[in-house]
């Protein structure tokens, strides 16, 4: 992994001296996007009716917005800068939502393998890999009989032109350490990638080209995670993270990029980008103080106080009554000077600074700039 990480590095190296290019330029149509909370924008609040509520969307939304978060997600920023509106949620039916311009099928807690009657979501990567399957087919249904509809659906030429972004996976390993050995966790990774390539196969068969995939984050970093995991110091590395559940993240990632890599080899006419994810988050929560954030592994809203202001028995925004006192998991006064929101998820400043690194290029692969001659050349191909 650290030969890739550096490869990436000199290829960021390169691109510093070339004019910025960024997805602004690249004008897809429309996103399509698959994952889980890191991404949901609203799915499973809409599915399973998931309790979404105060203080969550309350900076950017000033009211809960189904996202975990308290503004904006990584997905919200980037389809901004592709002057696109945000992604109504597929499974939200209530408010006319707008497709015209994508749609979001992640929910939180899903996996890339199948749910079972323990997980949160139903909807594994399989079951939204199905949803736009059949999203797609009845929109072809239904543009075929009243063209008015293009106003509020995606044209068939969006489908092929789109880009398909990937944030999943961190949930599998998450709910893997529960029962597992961090060796144990890392030798599932193979039949995890495995199932996520079938996904992708599938997409490319109903006409997908372009994939944007994120790999996972520093698990380990999460305030739930240290909470649980991290009362040994021994098992911390010198920023607070749990060393095995970053271990496996890092595993996870390295087999990833050569799935990707693997992918774009085998089929020529796939762009597919990776995204460093990881390598974003963990530089934020080891130089935090240098980028304006003053608590890098505390959750902003959580119960507690420092170092991490989390108590499992007890989520952001709930009351209830422990060891004979009525308690509140209450947000911070100031969202903008904390990294983690409540204990699993990013505040929106976290996924603004998140964002604006992968727009810098320096840590897709391959650079954006490759990218965008890439899709200039399908242009061209196409006319």
Known sequence: MATKLLTLQTLA??????????????????????GDSNSDTGGLAAGIAFPVGQPNGQTYFQKPSGRFSDGRLIIDFLVDSMKLPFLNPYLDSV??????????????????????????????????????????????????????????????????????VFDVGQNDLDGAFYSKSEDQVVALIPSLLSEFENGLKRLYNEGARSFWIHNTGPLGCLPRIIDRFGKDPSKLDQFGCVTSQNN????????????????????????????????????????????????????????????LNFDSRIACGETKNLNGSLVTATPCSNTTEYVNWDGNHYTEAANQYVSQQILTGNFTDPPLSVNLMFLMESEVSSL
Do not use: M, W
């Not at 190296?13 to 698959?34: E, G, M, Q, R």
């Not at 929910?107 to 059949?134: C, D, H, K, W, Y």
């Not at 509020?152 to 030429?157: D, K």
């Open 13 to 34: 190296l390169i691109l510093s001296y070339l004019p910025l290019i960024s997805p602004i330029d690249f004008k897809y149509p429309a996103v399509f996007n698959f």
């Open 95 to 164: 408010g006319a939502p707008n497709f015209q311009k994508g749609c979001n099928f992640a929910t939180g807690g899903s996996t890339i393998t199948q749910a079972n009657a323990a997980s949160i979501s139903p909807f594994s990567l399989g079951v939204q890999v199905s949803e736009l399957v059949r999203f797609k087919a009845r929109v072809l249904q239904l543009l075929a009989r009243d063209s008015r509809l293009r106003r509020v659906l995606p044209s068939e030429s969006y489908f092929r032109q789109g880009l398909y």
């Open 248 to 307: 496996a993240a890092n595993a996870f990632n390295s087999q990833l990029h050569d799935l990707s890599q693997k992918f774009r080899g085998q089929f020529p006419e796939a762009n597919v980008t990776f995204v460093d994810i990881f390598s974003i988050k963990y530089n934020l929560i080891a130089n935090y103080s240098q980028f304006g954030f003053k608590q890098s592994i505390a959750a902003c809203c959580g119960y507690g106080g420092l170092p």
